[in-house]
Structures are given as structure tokens and as C-alpha cells.
């Protein structure tokens, strides 16, 4: 990992915009770094905690609406909230034509690109390790999390990205069936399958029957293999579940999110006109959330993200698409590009918003708190104090982003 004070590694400082975009060659596409802004918010503003003012007015419409959306669902469905994983790794896959592009004009070969690639690789996983046994005893070996999941992929999507589309379809599909006959080939939980051994109540109603319980919390092959592998390294206790039903072998259908955006990125630099480029992103998106739900209705798979289903991956693939193809029209052909400095300003540091979420924000609330006490924050009552902290919180990373920015410095992989 470095600091440069040219831009992010994984794309060049300008892209060619498409024709009829309204703009001029060589045009950056703003969008990409709205959108990745977009996503960074969404996670960082965790912090604001609604689902505190969600139980303080319990009768609350909008606090209600804001909590649902700012958690992960229990295990079925989809939130506003889900969708930041698949989006951060469907922005991976839409970068990567660029930097091919951009380090083949360097004179890289394809050798030295996929050096580069397994680097990239071994920092994210690295990273996610680190950031996740932060104030713990020892290192904390977990491989679910949004870095090691891109991690553990990226070096497939890299070798994927320099075949043709055809190839990169072929592969998608055979990740998607493969994936899907991994799980319903290893026995589904009997009756007699001691649930509250895994963290999961028995009468939990989000059990699945038929084809989908081989898709059930903790009771999976994906639960199997952590039990296993998890084991493999060292820890303070042995592993016996993760409490979220999350697990490691959700990188591979993860790829196939990332080869999603690929297909979004290759479609962006082919030069096609902006509205038969905006007019794929939407078939894309509506064919992506129509076999998801077809999938989910009919059983043969559900739409789970914390096992990344295959039903998952067009579900939230769909949206992915439809997310790009609205940043992208309204900053890029639309040229309405004021209004997302703010987001382009997160976008472009997204590592830096990631580690500081992770490691000093209980730092900056502890030192409001002592340096300014409770009551600034309780104007409003104390039920808003979580809030207004949060938001006091949010404020100082983006102080931190914008100097970042406004002298080009930008965290780099």
C-alpha cells in the first residue's frame, strides 16, 4: 500500500467518455468515484445509528425506514444496507478495463500486471486480517470480510479480464451453477440437526425446506468448510460458527459480482453512444433482479447475501447496474457534476474512509466527549445524542478526505 499524489492505482487520472456524452475525450468518469463515494457513506454512516431514535420512537415511520436500511437483513431478502458489499466489488470489476489499459500504455506486460495483481491481492487480505483484530488478544483469522473476499478473487478476475467476454460469460455461469451444486450436494440439516450448537434458534423462521434448506444458517457447506479451515490457523477458541452465517468460500460467487462490473467496464470504454450505453445498463439490471427473484420464488435458490447465493449475485448484480447507470447519467452524460464533489471526494480515498472507519472512529467520539462532554450533542434530547456524535464523527472524516483531496494524495493498492 502507498500514497500518491497522482491518483489510485487500479485506474488512470482520465477515461474517454463515450460519444454523445455531452462531454469531451479524455473526460474523467466522475461517476465511478460518485458511485464508490456513495457506497463508502452507506458504510461509514453506520455511525449514525438510527436504530437508536428507531427504539426511542418505536412508532416512528421514517426512524423505522432508516434503521431497516442502515442494518443487514437477518439472513433472506435485502436492504439498502446489503448492497454495499456487492456494489464496492462491482466497482473493482469496472475499474480493472482501465487499469489494463493504463499499465499496458506503461509498457507492463501481462506478467508484471498479474505481479502487481497478486500483491494487490495478498494487501487487501492482509488488510481485512488486520482491521478485524483490531483490540483483540491475538490475530484474528477471518476471511468474510469486504477486503479479503476481493482479495482472495481479484487475481481470477485479473487473469479473466485478459480473455475475451465470451470466456468471461462462460465463467460467470460456470461459477453460478457450480456454486449453487456445491451447496445442494452436501446434505441438507435433518430433524435431528442441533441448531442452538451453531447460534441459530430452532424455531428460527427464517428456516428454509426443500431445495433452499441446503442454504440454511450455519448448516451449509460454505459453515462446513470454515469449521475446518478456520481451524487451520490459530485462535483464541476453536471455531465453531460465525455468529452472522457469513463464511469464506463466499469469495467465488464474489468474483462473479466482480465480473459483473467487468461487463460494465469493458461496455464503458468500448466507445458505444451514451444512451445505448445507458439503455444496457438498464437491460442488464432488470435481467440481473428478474432471475434473482425467479430463483427465490421458485426455490431453487435464495436470495442470501451472507452466503453470497448465486440468486444473490444477479439480485444485487441487477442493482449494481441500475446504481451505475444513474450516476452515470446524471454526472457523465447529464453533466450534472456539482452536486457529487461531495461523494467523488469519499470516492477517490476509499481505502482511507475504510481504515478510518475502522479504527479511529471510537477515538474521535471518546474525544468529543472529553473535550466538549454531552450536552452539545443533546440539544435536540438525549434520545438524538447517537446522531448528532455520529454525525460531528462523519464531519471529521471528511475534513480528513478533503485535505486529502485537495492536495491529491489518495491511498493506493
Known amino acids: 500500500m502507498s500514497v500518491s499524489n497522482t491518483g489510485l492505482s487500479d485506474r488512470p487520472a482520465t477515461v474517454t467518455a463515450p460519444r454523445d456524452s455531452g462531454g469531451l475525450a479524455g473526460d474523467r468518469l466522475m461517476s465511478m468515484d460518485a458511485y464508490r463515494g456513495f457506497v463508502m457513506l452507506l458504510m461509514a454512516a453506520e455511525i449514525l445509528q438510527f436504530h437508536r431514535l428507531h427504539e426511542a420512537f418505536p412508532n416512528s415511520v421514517l426512524w423505522g425506514l432508516l434503521a431497516y436500511h442502515q442494518s443487514h437483513v437477518e439472513w433472506a431478502g435485502c436492504s439498502l444496507h446489503d448492497l454495499i458489499q456487492p456494489s464496492f466489488s462491482f466497482l473493482v470489476g469496472v475499474a480493472l478495463p482501465y487499469s ?39 490475530t484474528y483469522f477471518t476471511f468474510e470480510d469486504t477486503l479479503t473476499q476481493i482479495g482472495l478473487g481479484y487475481p481470477f478476475l485479473f487473469l479473466l479480464g485478459t480473455t475475451r467476454p465470451r470466456t468471461q460469460w462462460i465463467a460467470l455461469a460456470g461459477i453460478l451453477v457450480g456454486y449453487w451444486l456445491l451447496f445442494v450436494l452436501y446434505p441438507a440439516p435433518g430433524p435431528d440437526f442441533n441448531y442452538s450448537a451453531v447460534g441459530v434458534p430452532p424455531d428460527w423462521p427464517e428456516h428454509y425446506t426443500g431445495i433452499a434448506a441446503h442454504f440454511n444458517k450455519n448448516s451449509n457447506v460454505a459453515w462446513a468448510f470454515d469449521q475446518w479451515f478456520l481451524n487451520l490457523f490459530p485462535r483464541e477458541k476453536p471455531f465453531l460458527f460465525n455468529g452472522g452465517g457469513y463464511a469464506t468460500l463466499s469469495f467465488i460467487p464474489t468474483l462473479g459480482t466482480m465480473l459483473l462490473g467487468l461487463q460494465a467496464g469493458q461496455w464503458l470504454r468500448a466507445g458505444m453512444p451514451a444512451r445505448s450505453l445507458l439503455r444496457q445498463f438498464l437491460i442488464a439490471g432488470a435481467a440481473g433482479l428478474a432471475l434473482g427473484l425467479l430463483l427465490d420464488v421458485t426455490g431453487i435458490c435464495p436470495i442470501v447475501k451472507r452466503i453470497w447465493t448465486p440468486a444473490w449475485v444477479l439480485f444485487s448484480g441487477g442493482w449494481c447496474f441500475w446504481l451505475l447507470a444513474l450516476f452515470y447519467g446524471i454526472i457523465d452524460v447529464a453533466r450534472k457534476r456539482r452536486w457529487a464533489f461531495f461523494l467523488t471526494v469519499i470516492g477517490m480515498n476509499s481505502i482511507a474512509i475504510y481504515c478510518l472507519v475502522h479504527l479511529i472512529d471510537q477515538f474521535i467520539i471518546n474525544s468529543f466527549h472529553i473535550h466538549l462532554g454531552h450536552g452539545p450533542f443533546q440539544l435536540l434530547g438525549p434520545a438524538y445524542e447517537p446522531l448528532l456524535t455520529g454525525a460531528a464523527t462523519l464531519g471529521v472524516f471528511y475534513l480528513i478526505l478533503l485535505w486529502m483531496y485537495r492536495r491529491r494524495l489518495f491511498i493506493r493498492i
Not at 500486471?113 to 483483540?136: E, P
Open 100 to 138: 489494463l489499459a493504463a499499465r499496458l500504455n506503461r509498457g507492463q506486460s501481462v506478467r508484471m500486471q498479474f505481479g502487481h495483481a497478486l500483491r494487490r491481492s495478498l494487501i487487501l487480505i492482509l488488510l481485512g486480517i488486520f482491521l478485524r483484530s483490531t483490540h483483540r488478544e491475538q
